[in-house]
Nanobody
Framework: QLQLVESGGGLVQPGGSLKLSCKAS????????IGWFRQAPGKERGAVSC????????TYADSVKGRFTISRDNAKNTVYLQMDSLKPEDTAVYYC??????????????????????WGQGTQVTVSS
């Protein structure tokens, strides 16, 4: 049922780093494009970064460009989000989901959540001094 499990969140100081993992449960992750999303308190869930299922094409929200890196290891059935130079505004619950891109280059076109996807529990990232 396209279930994914997120892990790797935690509490870090501004400027710190975290690496999040998104592991597929019960299906082959390599067949699908995957997106990372986040939701901060009082705000809507928004796309952070997505990666294609074939050539590894990636896209990032403007707010994280140059700081976050998405990657995948299909042998491990896992997608990663390396987060560097973290800022307090990065504080959110981070989710991953299968996406069905209707275009390329931007998170708006590439990070369209697949109809069969479902949200998991996410992993909390807190950036604070």
């Amino acid at each position: 049922q396209l279930q994914l499990v997120e892990s790797g969140g935690g509490l870090v100081q501004p400027g710190g780093s975290l690496k999040l993992s998104c592991k597929a449960s019960g299906f082959t992750l390599g067949y699908y494009a995957i997106g990372w999303f986040r939701q901060a308190p009082g705000k809507e869930r928004g796309a952070v970064s997505c990666i294609s299922s074939n050539d590894g094409t990636t896209t990032y929200a403007d707010s994280v460009k140059g700081r976050f890196t998405i990657s995948r290891d299909n042998a491990k059935n896992t997608v990663y989000l390396q987060m560097d130079s973290l800022k307090p505004e990065d504080t959110a619950v981070y989710y991953c989901a299968v996406v069905s891109p209707n275009g390329w280059k931007t998170v708006q076109t590439m990070c369209v959540v697949a109809s069969a996807a479902s949200w998991g529990q996410g992993t909390q990232v807190t950036v604070s001094s």
